[in-house]
């Protein structure tokens, strides 16, 4: 995952955390990590899909931020995924969540923000959607000229 230097940054609440809430992230984060790692785009909507209830779940418990910003990042991963194997209707509801927690907890001005838009743009061409499509790609492109430097804008 690369990151701007504008992006705003991701700050942990001090909040007390069971023993089982911390094993638990371990674990979706775990999850995360086979999922945007493996090649095999099936097997990564397949981990994705076991960690989403682990993270979500963490989620009604906590508004850390780094909990929040990772429950984006699964559902993009998965997302991601099915139009790897070329499933767009499936992928629309986790990218479209996605970004919607993007947008309420980090911003516009948030790269993953922009990861979503641009991903949502391929779903709305493979629907024939052409104007969502170029608003998508766009806004998309706006943001990292504004959040990133040239080095990561054409991500």
């Not at 947008?103 to 790269?111: I, K, Q, V």
């Amino acid at each position: 995952f690369t990151t701007c230097t504008t992006n705003p940054s991701i700050t942990n609440k001090t909040q007390t955390k069971s023993p089982t809430f911390d094993s638990n992230y371990a674990r979706a984060y775990d999850l995360l990590i086979k999922t945007a790692d493996n090649f095999n785009k099936a097997e990564s909507v397949d981990s994705g899909k076991l960690a989403l209830p682990i993270i979500e779940k963490l989620v009604t418990q906590t508004d850390d931020s780094l909990v929040l910003a990772t429950y984006a990042e699964i559902l993009f991963e998965v997302g991601y995924a099915y139009q790897g194997i070329d499933l767009y209707d499936s992928s629309y509801p986790y990218l479209q969540k996605s970004l919607d927690v993007c947008l309420e907890h980090f911003g516009e001005d948030y790269l993953l923000t922009t990861m979503c838009l641009n991903k949502l743009s391929f779903y709305y061409y493979y629907i024939g959607d052409l104007a969502k499509e170029r608003e998508n790609l766009f806004r998309s492109f706006r943001i990292r000229r504004k959040i990133c430097d040239s080095m990561d804008i054409y991500l």
